[in-house]
T-cell receptor
Framework: GAVVSQHPSWVICKSGTSVKIECRSL??????MFWYRQFPKQSLMLMAT?????????EQGVEKDKFLINHASLTLSTLTVTSAHPEDSSFYIC????????????????FGPGTRLTVL | GDSVTQMEGPVTLSEEAFLTINCTYT??????LFWYVQYPGEGLQLLLK?????DKGSNKGFEATYRKETTSFHLEKGSVQVSDSAVYFC???????????FGTGTRLTIIP
């Protein structure tokens, strides 16, 4: 149980185009999903928190017009990298928090396998 | 702000060796501490966690103790197996804040 998928697993695009990455919770409902970015040999950096039915909350320094996040249902969040440039090349990872688990101060996040984006 | 400093890798050990991966943290509040593992081609999985000082998290033979006095959460295993080869991430989450702050990850390779 608690499986999160991402699609595509890797994508190559030309500079100036937009790319959409999907994150799905397959067997649970997720009111909250998180989007991370990981550079080689560096830690995961939180980009934004996505809540179902409301606007995403972006971390400081993340351009909301560049990285569009939509969380239209309890099982799907999308990240669109608009007008992608080579510096946007990275590994993008999503996680989802199960709305039905957890008491106290932390509810476990379940992670997708990541999407490798290469912008030429 | 919050930060996690993790032992740099890669780490290569022989099967049945003792493993320690160091992790120290800086946080303003009273964080929960975690170790995540990422096997090749898979997403991060929660390995173990501890939510308060002196708590010991354990799973699959791995252990880590929440040491408030040294702000540490070192990961240990007494006898590693080839199947333990993966990338290990230390992370924290401040009380009331569901955001995770990660260390840089340590790649562990176990050779038969």
């Amino acid at each position: 149980g608690a499986v999160v998928s991402q699609h595509p697993s890797w994508v190559i695009c030309k500079s100036g185009t937009s790319v959409k990455i999907e994150c799905r919770s397959l067997d649970f409902q997720a009111t909250t999903m998180f989007w991370y970015r990981q550079f080689p040999k560096q830690s995961l950096m939180l980009m934004a928190t996505s809540n179902e039915g409301s606007k995403a909350t972006y971390e400081q320094g993340v351009e909301k017009d560049k990285f569009l996040i939509n969380h239209a249902s309890l099982t799907l969040s999308t990240l669109t990298v608009t007008s992608a440039h080579p510096e946007d090349s990275s590994f993008y990872i999503c996680s989802a928090r199960d709305r039905n688990t957890g008491t106290g101060k932390y509810n476990e996040q379940f992670f997708g396998p990541g999407t490798r984006l290469t912008v030429l | 702000g919050d930060s996690v400093t993790q032992m740099e890798g890669p780490v290569t050990l022989s099967e049945e060796a003792f493993l320690t991966i160091n992790c120290t943290y800086t946080a303003t509040g009273y964080p929960s501490l975690f170790w995540y593992v990422q096997y090749p081609g898979e997403g991060l999985q929660l390995l173990l966690k501890a939510t308060k000082a002196d708590d010991k998290g354990s799973n699959k033979g791995f252990e880590a103790t929440y040491r408030k006095e040294t702000t540490s959460f070192h990961l240990e295993k007494g006898s590693v197996q080839v199947s333990d080869s993966a990338v290990y991430f230390c992370a924290l989450s401040d009380f009331g804040n569901e955001k995770l702050t990660f260390g840089t990850g340590t790649r562990l390779t176990i050779i038969p």
